[in-house]
């Protein structure tokens, strides 16, 4: 019987200071030895997870909030933005003096020059300010945005619910993708691919952005740090990241021993 665990990564396995707790790196290494296959899934984009994959030895993954899936270093499945609604919604964001940035596989590009709020969201990823080119969505595909509003100033978004997803990964920031884009939908294609059981999928996550996942796994493992929104859907509650919370939710689910701290 095949098993698979999908990891988000900010707040998960990384701690926030953006470091990976020595315990999880063991842990994961010990299931890839066990033979249960692990993946990441997370709203990040692939050039912003390549040396976390090289680091935890993982080739399959789930990025974009579910928009561009890869298995073993193959593309499985993606689900680009629609140009024309990029374009719609940047029009209605320059009413409210909003920003965006445009994601795909290998980069990301700014539709303003300088902004004090696009600043600070990068800065919690440890990252720049993106490059300004405006017109970036018209050249490539673009698998996700991020839409600069805090709460309470983004009620327009409602005009685009027919069409787009938001979902707050930042108190100045919203993650835009196609209508019905999730960790969920994604992992769905990649276990499709696979051949496994839904019932045999975990998953780890701490943000609202995990939910949709950690309801539609067969087990959901909400970190003791995660969100309390999240937590209320979660099939068990596990430590915070930097208190061995992978380590010790893998243990309830029995995927490792429950002397693992010890024998390591």
């Known amino acids: 019987m095949k098993k698979i665990v999908f990891f988000d990564i900010d707040g998960t396995l990384l701690d ?19 033979g249960i296959y692990t993946a990441l899934a997370t709203g990040r984009a692939p ?22 899936v890869v298995f073993g ?16 919604l940047i029009d209605r964001a320059n009413t409210n003096n909003h920003h965006l ?12 020059k300088f902004n004090q709020r696009v600043k600070e969201s990068f800065e919690s990823l ?5 490059e300004y080119d405006p017109d970036f969505y018209e050249k490539t595909n673009i698998y ?6 805090r709460e309470g100033e983004d009620s327009y978004l409602t005009e685009f619910e027919d069409n787009l997803t938001f979902i707050r990964w930042h108190e100045e920031s919203l993650d835009v993708v196609p209508k019905g884009g999730s960790k969920a939908e994604g992992i769905k294609k990649l276990i499709e691919r696979l051949g496994f059981e839904m019932e ?3 998953a780890f996550g701490d943000g609202l952005n995990d939910i949709e996942m950690l309801q539609t796994v067969g087990t959901g493992i909400a970190m003791g740090n995660a969100h309390e929104a999240v937590k209320m859907h979660a099939d068990l509650i596990t430590t915070n990241v930097d208190d061995n919370g992978i380590v010790n939710g893998l243990v309830k689910v029995g995927l490792l021993e429950e002397n693992f701290e010890r024998i390591k």
């Open 101 to 112: 940035v445009f994601l795909n596989e290998s980069t990301l590009k700014s539709n303003v």
């Open 126 to 130: 440890q990252m720049v300010h993106p």
């Open 47 to 68: 050039f912003m997870v390549t040396s976390l994959l090289k680091d935890l030895n993982i080739e399959s993954f789930v990025c974009f909030n579910g928009q561009y």
């Open 73 to 88: 270093n193959e593309v499985v499945y993606t689900n680009p933005l629609d140009s024309i609604e990029i374009k719609k």
């Open 16 to 34: 926030d200071e953006k470091n990976l707790p020595g315990s999880t790196k063991e842990a994961i290494k010990t299931l890839q030895e066990n």
């Open 200 to 202: 045999n999928v975990y």
């Open 144 to 149: 996700q945005s991020l839409l600069f509003a």
